[in-house]
């Protein structure tokens, strides 16, 4: 069951990079945010929309004023986003209420815990309302009555078959943009993404994605490779600070086999090319014991007191560690050719120039292969 889920999040992560790849995020000047719009004409669960936001570097999109309320609504003012059950059900935003919160409308939060002070509820709501089996209307979408409109609705989130049909995506910094390295300029003419998750990310999270869009984890053989790769990511956005003690930067695709003699046994690319070149950070890698009872056998940029391109051993989800608030907040992915939306298109695994039910039945295969793999801390 719990594959079947997972299997289902990445395909609407899948869906979702298609979606960034024709419909650029939109900058909203105001707050120098980005937002995209994401149709789901299947309907989607506000959970999965949250997760589906979290894995692509953004959140769900949270509401301050009545600007930015017009704003958004704009972005989805199209049937596409859309459904009708006796009202107008539009697409998620970033509101939710607590569990055991007073109802109908005691202790509602954004997703990124910012004052939760303007709302725009709907006449009569937010209401808590009960129908069958769906219960708990604990999480926030637009509504309107007969036509669409920019007001605000409590949903459930364990009804799929009356869940809404969007959701909308909110980036501090404009997205992520691939980066081809130029065969002219000494590179191999792979194309690298780096992708910011602020809320954190595991090394296994991070590999999934890249997976299943086409590319991998990068791995890095060269100085040259390092330098290119470092430069995508040097930028905040793709670091977590401990002030005084490190900086963490990115996962790549190196990890460390099961039972190898630690702390620098075994390690490989997951490309399967010859781990040579390494660029450890001083006294790594070193498997520290960080109260988790896990060994620290994937890697990831940085262990510095700043931004540095040389790399750290780490627990495949970091997030584990008792110690320091320990998290990897980004991943980069490379691609074996140039990335292209209208050529080269992202989830066509088959490689006919469409995204079907053949690519996601490749998929499938490709997850269910993965789960009968001998399983690493990170593989």
């Given at each position: 069951?719990?594959?079947?889920?997972?299997?289902?999040?990445?395909?609407?992560?899948?869906?979702?990079?298609?979606?960034?790849?024709?419909?650029?995020p939109v900058e909203w000047s105001e707050n120098g945010h980005f937002y995209l719009a994401v149709p789901a004409p299947d309907g989607i669960t506000w959970t999965d929309a949250n997760q589906a936001a979290n894995l692509l570097g953004g959140h769900l999109a949270?509401?301050?004023?009545?600007?930015?309320?017009?704003?958004?609504?704009?972005?989805?003012?199209?049937?596409?986003f859309w459904f009708d059950w006796g009202s107008l059900q539009g697409p998620w935003l970033g509101g939710y209420q607590p569990e055991g919160s007073p109802e109908p409308d005691g202790a509602w939060r954004w997703v990124t815990e910012e004052p939760f002070e303007y709302t725009n509820w709907f006449e009569g709501l937010p209401d808590n309302f009960s129908w069958n089996d769906c219960t708990e209307q604990d999480h926030l979408h637009f509504l309107g009555r007969f036509s669409r409109q920019r007001t605000w609705n409590d949903n459930w989130d364990n009804c799929p078959t009356k869940s809404p049909h969007g959701y909308i995506i909110e980036f501090s910094a404009p997205g992520p943009l691939p980066a081809e390295w130029p065969v002219a300029d000494g590179g191999n003419g792979h194309t690298y993404l780096p992708v910011a998750v602020p809320q954190g990310i595991t090394w296994f999270e991070a590999y999934e994605t890249a997976s299943l869009v086409g590319g991998h984890l990068v791995t890095i053989t060269s100085p040259e490779e390092n330098n290119f790769v470092f430069n995508l990511i040097d930028d905040d956005i793709y670091w977590h600070y401990y002030p005084g003690l490190w900086a963490g930067g990115p996962w790549i695709g190196g990890f460390q086999l099961p039972g190898a003699p630690e702390p620098d046994g075994g390690w490989r690319w997951i490309s399967d090319e010859a781990f040579i070149y390494v660029n450890w950070d001083q006294g790594q890698p070193n498997n520290v014991d960080r109260g988790a009872g896990e060994n620290e056998n994937c890697i990831h940029f940085g262990y510095a007191q700043a931004r540095v391109p040389t790399w750290n051993d780490a627990m495949e989800d970091p997030a584990a560690s008792v110690s320091q608030g320990y998290r990897v907040q980004g991943y980069v992915i490379e691609f074996s050719g140039p990335y292209n939306c209208t050529e080269e298109i992202i989830g066509d695994l088959n490689n006919d120039c469409k995204v079907d039910l053949k690519d996601l039945a490749i998929m499938a295969s490709r997850w269910l292969e993965c789960s009968r793999l001998p399983k690493s801390d990170c593989w």
């Open positions: 069951m719990k594959a079947k889920s997972e299997l289902r999040l990445m395909m609407i992560v899948v869906a979702s990079l298609l979606y960034v790849c024709e419909a650029a949270t509401i301050q004023d009545a600007n930015e309320n017009d704003f958004v609504f704009n972005l989805v003012d199209d049937e596409v």
